[in-house]
């Protein structure tokens, strides 16, 4: 079978739209989840979608899987390769096909990366706004894959609140045009079941975003503390003072320590905690929002407050957090990025639950936190050369995530579920639900091609796993079989 | 007989069934037959924590009673959902999925329901989302509820994000004709002043300001215009009480991309979220009326009075519909919710 599908996707693409020698293989062998490694059949890289279509057609004949590709920077697995399926990697789809400063969208290709957008818009006087911290390499192909979020989320909305109309391949190689140039679209909201839905739907080729104007001025308030409760205390009673800040990220201690050496943002090492909360708009309602939320953090026994007073300060001082990721890479061989969501005011006890587990797994934890959308990013330091530490790590995390559930949260906030989270989403949902997930899979991709084994677990699977995960005596898949 | 029981039930045997609240958007879209059953069994706030920012209330709470909870904690649904009457549901609201005024510059119903709780056409009851504002495990089945008129599915919770009063809010009107009105919008929506409405009628365009209390003064003293602190105006706009909607006309509502200049169109206009959405009183026939939103790369409603009322809505292409169908497969096998109500072979 390898060998006719080989041959037939050389006559659908140019020699170098195709891959199919080991060593050239190798870099699309996992994305940003480097722990699971696969490689697959071969990687296509198409230019036009002709050329996708007859990709996704020659695939259905033959039975083969298709992975979605961007640029790989994808954190839970979901561009992982399929042994005996091809990746397809939209990387050529990289152009920016119209950008109308009037109705505030630019129509662009899947492979345009993130920040491109913003940096095409910004002359005038526009920006796109969900920023992911990879932003300047993520493409937006896959951020729409992902539902992705960034730092300015609780204002300005997640990919989802941000994008107008899709233009779609289905694994049949029809084309569909989802959502509308208009607000909204006759029908079902298509638009919102495709965002975020990994590659299990369709093939998307083209992008509609929507672009709002770039606030006159923005400044970034830093706040220490000397326990993470009480900086989370203040998280709670800035909202509640209706104040919705552009941004408002915590970090814990050993985060700014290890995002200190390496960006030297200026913050300060010996706090327990620090938030960081940006105040955008007009000058005059900068300088009244920064008053107010000075008085409420002093209210709240900040131990020490800086106000970024030029733009060159305000960049340092998100580079420390940006940079937050890499920073603790540095502390440790390996780390194992997680992705929770908790209600906010659920902080204080996830987190000393957390400190807990961190001493019986006997590894440290380093913790950046979208606060103002109750997004919780634990990194487990691990090394992945002594002893079982990675299964640990592994285990440690799916604790962390069962714990956000717990609480009321969810287990991915902005990464996916991609391979990583499937056997925590037994635990987020009911056989019936996934069932109801697979259903809707089934009506766009009724043969299981596209990204197969991601984001939505078998009921088999679930039914293995129940075995672990027995609450009250109830067994979580009772109309099952057993194994 | 609980929801849930009877829609199994009704499944089994197959039985039509004609998903009810308090009746206030009936007479939007096509009429749909079956046996009864209502979703006012169940009502309550389940769930308001203001510092969380989202509220979660059963299916049958009134919105009336669930705006008066937020107001009372300074807070609102920002998308300003039309009620059409004082006995609106939350499931109603989510399940017609209108948005109000602010629309086109705070976000649609869409974009603001985080979480459900519902059952399918199976009689199972399904949790999709939930309370918090990041959530993407799953498919965002909470949102495809959003304007589905109850063919994939019976809201029995929802829980919404809510967002803090603003400061200050005040109108400013200028005397303009269609087209200057059209342009003066969309100059101004390139500009990050702090719009929340902009309405053209009888050659009076309307902004709203909403925001911080220093940035609606800078833009007051910025863009000129009489200012006007009473918000009446908005309120009927939403809730078409005001005296243009008053008429036996069919009333069409034109969903056109924004920054679409001025159309001629076959009868008397009212201008809503900056001229995206433009409400038509017209006696065209509808082939007509589509036609031209079409061509401006929109689409048209039939939304009171229409000359068909099974065909209220756009139709929807070919490869679209039988997606469409599948989807309705997917979670109503029997079709027996709400048959018809949003297309005919659905």
């Known amino acids: 079978m390898k060998r006719a599908i080989l041959e037939e996707l050389r006559e659908i693409l140019p020699p170098e739209g195709l891959i199919d020698q080991t060593e050239a293989l190798r870099p699309y062998e996992c994305d940003g989840l480097t722990a699971l490694r696969t490689l697959p059949l071969a990687v296509t890289l198409p230019d036009t979608e002709e050329q996708v279509k007859r990709i996704l057609q020659c695939c259905k004949r033959h039975g083969a899987p298709v992975v979605a590709r961007g640029a790989g920077t994808g954190l839970s697995g979901g561009a992982q390769p399929h042994e005996d399926g091809i990746i397809l990697s939209l990387a050529k789809f990289n152009r920016i096909r119209r950008l109308d400063p009037d109705s505030r969208t630019a129509v662009v290709e899947p492979g345009v990366r993130n920040i491109a957008i913003s940096e095409a818009a910004r002359p005038h006087g526009l920006y796109y706004a969900p920023d992911p911290s990879s932003q300047i390499a993520c493409t937006i192909g896959g951020n729409v894959a992902e539902n992705s979020g960034g730092l300015h989320c609780l204002k300005y909305g997640l990919t989802v609140h941000n994008i107008q109309k899709l233009r779609v391949m289905t694994i049949d190689g029809d084309l569909l045009t989802i959502g509308s140039d208009a607000l909204d679209a006759p029908g079902y909201d298509l638009l919102a079941l495709m965002t975020g839905s990994e590659g299990l739907l369709g093939i998307i080729l083209e992008i509609t975003v929507k672009l709002l104007p770039v606030p006159p001025l923005a400044r970034v308030i830093m706040a220490a503390f000397d326990s993470v409760e009480t900086a989370g205390e203040a998280v709670g009673r800035i909202i509640a003072n209706g104040i919705i800040p552009g941004g408002l990220e915590m970090m814990d201690n050993l985060s700014i320590r290890a995002a200190e050496d390496f960006a030297h943002a200026g913050y300060p090492t010996d706090a327990a905690a620090i938030l960081l909360c940006e105040l955008d708009g007009t000058a005059e309602e900068v300088e009244q929002d920064i008053a107010r939320v000075t008085t409420i953090l002093e209210g709240c026994g900040v131990t020490s407050i800086k106000l970024s007073t030029s733009e060159q300060e305000r960049l340092s001082l998100w580079a420390g957090r940006k940079s937050a990721f890499p920073a603790v890479g540095r502390i440790s061989p390996d780390y194992y990025c997680m992705d929770g969501t908790i209600p906010r005011h659920r902080l204080p006890d996830v987190l000393r639950r957390m400190g807990e587990m961190s001493h019986e797994y006997g590894l440290r934890v380093a913790n950046v936190f979208h606060a103002g959308d109750g997004n919780l990013h634990p990194l487990i330091l691990y090394d992945a050369n002594k002893g079982n530490e990675l299964e640990k790590a592994e285990e440690f995390g799916g604790k962390i995530l069962e714990l956000c559930v717990d609480v009321g949260g969810t287990i991915t906030g902005e990464h996916g579920v991609g391979t990583e989270k499937i056997n925590q989403m037994c635990v987020q949902f009911q056989a019936l639900e996934l069932s109801q997930f697979h259903a809707v899979k089934e009506a766009f991709d009724p043969h299981g091609l596209l990204n197969p084994g991601k984001a939505v677990p078998t009921l088999h699977r679930c039914a293995e796993l129940g075995a672990m995960h027995v609450h009250n005596g109830e067994l979580p898949f009772p109309e099952l079989e057993r194994f | ?346």
């Not at chain 2, 209502?38 to 669930?66: D, R």
């Not at chain 2, 603001?112 to 009851?125: P, T, W, Y």
């Not at chain 2, 809510?162 to 303009?176: F, G, H, I, N």
């Open chain 2, 1 to 346: 007989m609980e929801l849930q029981e009877r829609i199994r039930a009704a499944f089994e045997k197959g039985t039509r069934l004609r998903i009810t609240g308090s009746g206030t958007k009936k007479f939007l879209g096509p009429h749909c037959e079956g046996e009864a059953i209502s979703t006012l069994e169940s009502t309550g706030i389940v769930s308001y924590q203001p510092e969380e920012l989202f509220i979660t209330a059963k299916a049958g709470t009134s919105l009336s009673e669930i705006e008066a909870a937020l107001a009372e904690k300074g807070q609102q649904f920002s998308f300003e959902p039309p009620a059409f009457g004082e006995t609106a549901t939350l499931g109603g609201t989510i399940a017609c999925g209108l948005s109000g005024p602010a629309r086109p510059w705070k976000g649609a119903a869409r974009d603001f329901v985080l979480g459900s709780r519902l059952i399918n056409g199976k009689g199972e009851l399904l949790r999709f989302g939930g309370e918090v504002i990041k959530n993407v495990a799953g498919y965002d089945v909470s949102r495809l509820m959003c304007g589905a008129f109850g063919t994939l599915g019976v809201l029995t919770e929802v829980s919404i994000k809510v967002v803090p009063v603003p400061q200050k809010s005040l109108t400013l009107s200028m005397e303009l004709d269609r087209t200057d009105a059209l342009a003066r919008v969309t100059e101004l929506s390139r500009q990050p002043w702090p719009i929340s409405a902009a309405a053209w009628y009888q050659g009076v365009l309307r902004i709203r300001l909403s925001g911080a209390e220093a940035a609606v003064d800078h833009a007051v003293a910025s863009l000129g215009g009489e200012v006007s602190e009473a918000s009446g105006f908005w309120t009927r706009l939403r809730e078409q009480t005001h005296p243009f909607f008053k008429s036996t006309r069919s009333l069409w509502r034109l969903s056109l991309p924004q920054a679409t200049p001025a159309i001629d169109l076959p009868g008397e206009e009212l201008l809503d979220w900056g001229g995206a959405q433009r409400w038509l009183l017209s006696d065209e026939d509808g082939t007509t009326i589509r036609t031209i939103a079409s061509e401006a790369g929109g689409h048209a409603t039939a939304f009171r009075n229409p000359p068909d009322r099974e065909d209220a809505f756009m139709p929807l292409a070919p490869p679209m519909l039988a997606l469409h169908r599948r989807i309705k497969q997917a979670f109503d096998p029997g079709g027996i919710l709400n048959p018809g109500r949003l297309y005919r072979e659905l």
